[in-house]
């Protein structure tokens, strides 16, 4: 402050010419006598020959020096005095009167004057005393200017302290607060008056204390003081029932350091208390939150990802180990969802995720964890779980769920799903281990058909863990040739002559034995596996007809099936050109068989990649008619030229009325359309029957005859009949049924 301040010497022997010095007098001579003396003491002058005068002229300007006499006609000295106060002049009054009296120098003292001249004056001192009176008139004003840079800039601090978005304080060295600015009371909504005085301890959220009383009583100064730590403060909350916990809470980042006494009338270095700053943390809370949701989250469902599920499920494991409880882990996957997204589009099989989503979450308590994992599969935590069964009715309830009819997007559509269920400590005791045997079951499931659930088992995993191996064992499989085409006749359901034979895969695994395709055929679509192995099947099935033209056995038509990966590559058809050419075949003799989902993936390219097939005389039958989108409309799209119906609503005519009533429909449907129809999965001799009844011309199916290898094949085509078999005594009849 001493900077501030201007020093005393220096006013004192400033000679200021510019300083002007108001007489006033009603006599002339002492007016022009007092000009002298002041000019000539080098001070400007100024006269006033009255009261009137003199006050005029003070309200234009501040004289910083007047002499004035007392006694005057009209308007008094004393008078000028009074007005002059009254107007808050600073200007130092000497009075120069020729009044002697003890109550006229009080009075004009007491007035405000400044000091008292008697007439007649002693130059010498009337001059001294001008001179300490300017000298205090400048003491005062630069004190005045002093105290108003003061004030400013106070207020100027106050604004900022006030205008801050933190919320300021200072704290007694109690730890009571002295001192808030205007934002706590918005921060905090309680008013000034309730917080100074109020201890910091009545303000902070009580999980927090142990950390704010190391903040708030903060002694220290400099770099070495608390900054921003992050705190929970309560708010006043007049209504806390209507409001969620969290709300209660002000989230803030606190910085605070110690405040010392250095005056002179305490001792040095004296703690006085705390100066802090506390800065909302909201919305820097909010978007943190944020982030944190989004990374341990998935975007288009909002359900828990892959990190958040392992993480709980870990938490689930060490509870369910402490207290020696159950859980359930379940891997659900959508049955074909890969082609809603290639026929409907992306958006939409978004639409389809979120739904479902919405769908599995309704069969859920809360404590279970449902995430999305990726793509079209679920992960579902079931913790605490009291059995077995329970884990079994959510899997039931939520396939059920899953099954209800979709219509998004003016779209109807049906869905179902696959689940593969392990149970802790049963299936495994570590994350890995239940993930792994969930997923093992949840491929059973798939294998076995799809649309199911099932908890894992360890004759699942003899020899393949995950289908990471079944992947490698399966691209082993093509290198070192482990495939084998079957074949299996299709009969004339009139007089039961063969007329054809589709070549189904077989995988002859060196320790496994024989495999069906639907164990293996789902991934190697998946991994694009089929191509090669189509391309083997196709090749080998060319290879087994030219031989049986060799040995003059009768040419019947072969059906191959086609996966819709294979009708996606671009060689798909020149390949198959090519392979006819190479054995000398004809177009005619062979069908591909595509189902409605290989088809309605690309649809347009589809439709002209069997165009061009259906003209160098190849036939396209519609395999496991009945079970996908099974619409009229687009069947006209493409040169189909058989119905192959579903084995599902064949073996189930005797059973229900309702199966037998689709059937038919198909039937007729198909004979409008000038179809070939073919019945698959023909077990008994009523279903056969009833089909022949409805016009069926042709059958296939295990009262016939399995899949036959290469070499059985060769008899059958000898024979060229077929006979009826007792279902029962089919051994690879009895594996399918029941394994
Ligand atoms: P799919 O083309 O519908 O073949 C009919 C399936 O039903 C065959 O199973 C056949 O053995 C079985 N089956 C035949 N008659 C009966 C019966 O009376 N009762 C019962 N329960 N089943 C019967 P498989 O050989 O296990 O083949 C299953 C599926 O794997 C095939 O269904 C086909 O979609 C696919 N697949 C087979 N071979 C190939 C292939 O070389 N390439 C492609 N892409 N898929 C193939
Ligand atoms: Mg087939
Ligand atoms: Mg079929």
Redesign the pocket.
């Known amino acids: 402050m001493n900077n501030v301040l201007p020093s005393k010497k220096k006013i004192l022997s400033q000679a200021d010419p510019g300083v002007e010095i108001l007489v006033v007098d009603d006599e002339q001579a002492m007016r022009e006598s007092l000009a002298l003396l002041l000019n000539g003491a080098g001070f400007a002058s100024r006269a006033a020959a009255d009261g009137d005068e003199a006050i005029a002229l003070c309200r234009k300007t501040e004289y910083p020096v007047m002499l004035l006499d007392l006694q005057m006609p009209g308007v008094s000295g004393h008078q000028v005095l009074a007005e002059l106060h009254q107007m808050e002049m600073a200007t130092k009054v000497v009075v120069v009167s020729g009044e002697t009296s003890f109550e006229a120098v009080r009075d004009s003292l007491q007035q405000g004057a400044y000091d008292f001249v008697r007439k007649p004056y002693l130059a010498e001192e009337l001059l001294t005393t001008v001179r300490n009176a300017l000298a205090s008139y400048q003491l005062e004003k630069e004190h005045r200017q002093v105290e108003t840079a003061l004030r400013e800039s106070e207020e100027l601090h106050r604004y900022i302290v006030n205008n801050s978005p933190d919320f300021v304080y200072v704290l007694d060295h109690r730890g009571n607060f002295t001192f808030v600015n205007d934002t706590a009371e918005d921060l905090l909504g309680y008013s000034r008056a309730e917080l100074l005085g109020m201890h910091y301890s009545e303000l902070v959220y009580e999980e927090d204390l142990p950390l704010a009383h190391y903040v708030f009583n903060e002694r220290r100064t400099g770099a070495r003081s608390s900054r921003n730590v992050e705190l929970r403060l309560r708010l006043k909350v007049e209504d806390s029932e209507s409001r969620a916990f969290e709300t209660h809470l002000l989230p803030i980042e606190l910085s605070s350091v110690g405040m010392y006494n250095v005056g002179h009338n305490v001792k040095d270095g004296d703690f006085v208390g705390t100066y802090g700053c506390a800065r909302d943390m909201t919305e820097h809370k909010r978007s943190e939150e944020l982030i944190n949701f989004q990374a341990y989250h998935d975007q288009l469902t909002a359900l828990p990802n892959r990190a958040l599920f392992e993480d709980r499920l870990g938490l689930a494991i060490a509870h369910a180990r402490r207290y020696e409880q159950s859980l359930a882990v379940m891997f659900i996957d959508l049955d074909r969802f890969k082609l809603i997204n290639d026929t409907l589009g992306h958006s939409l099989g978004d639409r389809v995720l979120q739904v479902v989503a919405g769908r599995i979450q309704d069969c859920l308590r809360a404590e279970d964890t449902l995430s999305r994992f990726g793509g079209d599969e679920f992960t579902l935590l079931l913790p605490q779980l009291d059995s077995e069964r329970d884990a079994a009715i959510v899997a039931e309830k939520t396939l059920k769920r899953i099954s209800d009819p979709y219509l998004i997007d003016g779209h109807e559509m049906f869905l179902s799903a696959s689940i593969g269920i392990a149970l802790y400590p049963g299936s495994g005791e570590t994350r890995e281990a239940l993930l792994r045997a969930a997923d093992v079951a949840m491929y059973h499931v798939k294998g076995e058909g799809k649309n199911g659930f099932s908890f894992y088992q360890k004759s699942m995993t003899a020899g393949w863990g995950e289908h990471l191996s079944l992947e490698r064992d399966l691209r082993r499989a093509i290198e070192v040739g482990q495939f084998e085409v079957?074949f299996?006749p299709k009969v004339n359901s009139r007089d039961q002559q063969i007329v054809g034979m589709?070549?189904?895969?077989r995988w002859r695994h060196p320790s496994r034995g024989l495999i069906?395709?639907?164990q293996f055929?789902p991934l190697a679509e998946e991994s694009k596996l089929?191509v090669p192995i189509?391309n083997w099947?196709f090749w080998a099935t060319c290879a087994e007809i030219k031989r049986w033209r060799e040995q003059g056995l009768p040419e019947v038509r072969v059906a191959?099936?086609?996966?819709a990966v294979?009708i996606e590559q671009p060689d798909f058809v020149q390949r198959i050109l090519d392979t006819l050419t190479e054995f000398g075949i004809d177009g005619s003799q062979i069908e591909v068989?595509v189902?409605e989902h290989g088809i309605m993936k690309n649809r347009e390219a589809a439709a002209l990649k069997l165009g061009e097939l259906s003209q160098h005389g190849i036939s396209i039958a519609l395999?496991?008619f009945g079970t996908g989108y099974s619409s009229l409309s687009y069947l006209q799209q493409f040169p189909v030229n058989t119905l192959k119906i579903d084995?599902s609503f064949v073996q189930k005519i005797e059973a229900e009325e309702s199966e037998a009533c689709i059937v038919e429909a198909i039937i007729s449907m198909g004979r409008g359309m000038r179809l070939h129809m073919i019945a698959?999965?023909?077990?008994t001799e009523a279903q056969l029957n009833y089909l022949k009844k409805l016009g069926c011309s042709e059958v296939?199916?295990?009262?016939f005859s399995?899949?036959q290898s290469a070499s059985q094949t060769v008899e059958l085509l000898r024979g060229g009949v077929m006979t009826q078999v007792p279902a029962c005594t089919v051994e690879?009849?009895s594996f399918?049924?029941f394994h």
Do not use: C, W
Not at 502 to 505: F, Y
Not at 680 to 683: I, K, L, S
Not at 700 to 703: A, M, P, T, Y
């Open positions: 079957f299996q589709e070549a189904l895969i069906y395709p639907n055929i089929i189509g099947v191959i099936n086609i996966s294979q068989e189902t395999d496991d084995k698959e999965g023909v077990e296939q199916g295990h009262l399995a899949a690879e009849f399918r049924r």
